[in-house]
């Protein structure tokens, strides 16, 4: 059998399966027996493999170097790491003259720029080293981007909804776009910007809801629709990318 981490939640009611960096996880009710998650793996297990298999054959994750490639608002970007006086982030399908490229090879996507200071530049001996820099400059830049997009979008979903939350907090997090608690406040992780923006939407909705129905109950996913009809293309959407929207450290 496929080995798997186990999180168990009050909340949930039902088992999920996700697979993630060629990791299985299974998410699960307190009060489902162990002898039922197991049998439940068994039969998924021609699924599983498969999945696992094609994420450890070729990672689908940015891993921070140059070329390689991560979402901004659901487009490919390429990674076009540069050196210059000052650190910048920034997205065009070209650079400035005065930087110097780590790499000579033009990269076929439109280009996310991540230029580093130069005298930084010397401390970075290693890969990993110049993958971590590159990593913390997005990490900002992701952040920044967020902070105005999300709100923005909220401030005017909120006003189609008629929902409003008492305080909204923009993070990242390791395995959710958003939460509710009873207090009314919302939280979002940053990396959201990735997604196209009527994905941010549906998020954003759902998490609206939540301040009325906190839960997943039906009523809970009627009024999601009410005010969300593509929750499902959006749903499908997260679903399809996901190995590719969560952000691993350089190894």
């Not at 021609?46 to 608002?73: I, M, N, R, Y």
Request: net charge positive; hydrophobic share 40%.
């Amino acid at each position: 059998m496929l080995e798997y981490q186990l999180i168990r939640s009050k909340r949930r009611k039902t088992l999920s399966l996700q697979v993630r960096h060629g990791q299985v996880t299974v998410r699960a009710p307190y009060y489902v027996a162990a002898t039922l998650i197991d049998t439940f793996i068994k039969e998924k297990s021609a699924w599983l493999h498969t999945k696992v298999a094609e994420q450890k054959k070729k990672p689908d994750f940015c891993d921070f170097s140059q070329g390689s490639s991560l979402f901004f608002l659901g487009e490919h970007l390429t990674l076009n790491i540069c050196l210059a006086k000052k650190s910048n982030v920034f997205i065009d399908n070209s650079i400035a003259n005065e930087v110097e490229l780590f790499c000579a090879s033009k990269p076929s996507l439109r280009q996310l720029n991540v230029v580093i200071n130069e005298r930084v530049s010397i401390r970075l001996i290693e890969p990993l080293d110049k993958a971590a820099r590159v990593k913390k400059l997005l990490e900002t830049y992701f952040k920044q981007q967020a902070e105005q997009l999300i709100i923005e979008r909220l401030e005017f979903l909120s006003t189609q909804t008629s929902l409003s939350p008492t305080k909204v907090n923009i993070r990242q997090y390791r395995a959710r776009w958003g939460s509710c608690n009873n207090r009314g406040e919302l939280s979002f992780n940053y990396l959201l910007v990735m997604a196209p923006i009527f994905v941010i939407d549906y998020v954003i909705i759902h998490e609206l809801c939540h301040l009325v129905h906190l839960n997943h109950s039906k009523d809970f996913w009627q009024l999601v629709e009410k005010f969300c009809p593509n929750v499902n293309t959006a749903k499908k959407w997260l679903n399809i990318h996901q190995s590719q929207l969560h952000w691993k450290n350089p190894t």
